[in-house]
C-alpha cells in the first residue's frame, strides 16, 4: 500500500487555480509537510515542519498539526484539535493549498480460463507442485521473511525517531542569553534535516547495519535536546564576584604603600 498526495494552489475560495496540480507518491507510512527542505512536500509559507501525516498503532492514517498558528481544515471541518484520523479521498486545506489524500492498493490479477474442468485441473496440479516446493523452500522462506520483518521495524523506527527529533528542534524555545544552548540546537536541526533529506529517496537501500549505526547516533542527538530542555548539558553559568576581589586588591595595595613610608 503506498501513499499519494496531489497539492494544488488554491485562490481566495479554496478552488484548485489551473496548471498548478502535482503528484507525489510515498511508500512509507510517515510524511513531513512544511516549508523545510528536509519535508517531504515542501510548501512555501508554511513553517518548518507545519504538517505531518502517518500510520498510528491503530493502523489509521491521522493528521498531525505541529504550530497552532496554521489554520487546517479537513474536507468542510476545521482541525481544531492537535491531530485527526483521516480517510482514503479526504481532502485538506491550509492557507493557499488544497491536498488531496489517496490511499493506493496493490490488486492481484487473477485470468480466468474457460472450462470448470480445465481450470480444476490446473490449480490441482499448481498446487502439488507448490506443495513439493513448499516442503523444501518453506524454512528458508520463513528466515528470509522474519529478516525482511526486521528490516522494515528497524526502518520505521528510525524514520520516526528523526521525524520526531526534527520536530522538536523547531519547538524548543531558544534562550537568547544562552548562545551556547541555541547554537547546539542549530547545529543537531541541520544535521538532522541534513540526513532525511539524503534518506528520502534511498532509504530502502540503505543497508540494516548502517541504520543501526544511524539510529545509534539519532539516539545521541535525542540525549543532547533532552538535556537542553532541563537546562543539565551545561549547567548554569560560573559568575565571578569581581567587586569583592578589586575591593581585596585595593587594601592590599594601601597597605604595601603605608609600610613603606
Not at 140 to 153: C, F, S, V
Not at 200 to 210: F, G, H, K, N, T
Amino acid at each position: 500500500m503506498s501513499i499519494r498526495i496531489i497539492v494544488n494552489t488554491t485562490d481566495n475560495d479554496g478552488a484548485p487555480v489551473a496548471d498548478t496540480k502535482s503528484i507525489r507518491r510515498f511508500e512509507k507510512h510517515r510524511i513531513l509537510i512544511g516549508s523545510e527542505s528536509g519535508c517531504d512536500i515542501c510548501l512555501e509559507g508554511l513553517p518548518g515542519v507545519g504538517l505531518s501525516i502517518f500510520k498510528d498503532e491503530n493502523k489509521q492514517f491521522v493528521l498531525e498539526k505541529n504550530d497552532e498558528a496554521i489554520a487546517v481544515r479537513v474536507n468542510d471541518d476545521p482541525l481544531t484539535a492537535k491531530t485527526t484520523v483521516i480517510w482514503n479521498g479526504d481532502l485538506i486545506f491550509l492557507d493557499g493549498y488544497r491536498l488531496r489524500f489517496i490511499l493506493e492498493f496493490q490488486r492481484a490479477q487473477f485470468h480466468r480460463k474457460t472450462g470448470v474442468a480445465a481450470f480444476l485441473s490446473t490449480a490441482l496440479i499448481v498446487g502439488i507442485v507448490i506443495l513439493e516446493s513448499g516442503l523444501i523452500l518453506a524454512i528458508p522462506k520463513q528466515l528470509e521473511k522474519r529478516q525482511l520483518w526486521g528490516e522494515e521495524i528497524v526502518q520505521q523506527r528510525m524514520v520516526h525517531l528523526l521525524d520526531s527529533l526534527r520536530i522538536r528542534c523547531t519547538n524548543i524555545h531558544e534562550d537568547k542569553n544562552d548562545r551556547l544552548a541555541a547554537a547546539t540546537v542549530k547545529l543537531i536541526e541541520s544535521e538532522l534535516n541534513e540526513l532525511a533529506g539524503s534518506l528520502r529517496d534511498r532509504l530502502s537501500e540503505v543497508p540494516i547495519d548502517q541504520l543501526k549505526l544511524v539510529e545509534k547516533d539519532l539516539k545521541f542527538y535525542e540525549n543532547l535536546l533532552d538535556q537542553l530542555e532541563n537546562g543539565t548539558l551545561y549547567g548554569k553559568p560560573v559568575t565571578i564576584d569581581t567587586e569583592s576581589v578589586l575591593r581585596k586588591l585595593i587594601v592590599e595595595h594601601n597597605s604595601s604603600t603605608m609600610v613603606k613610608e
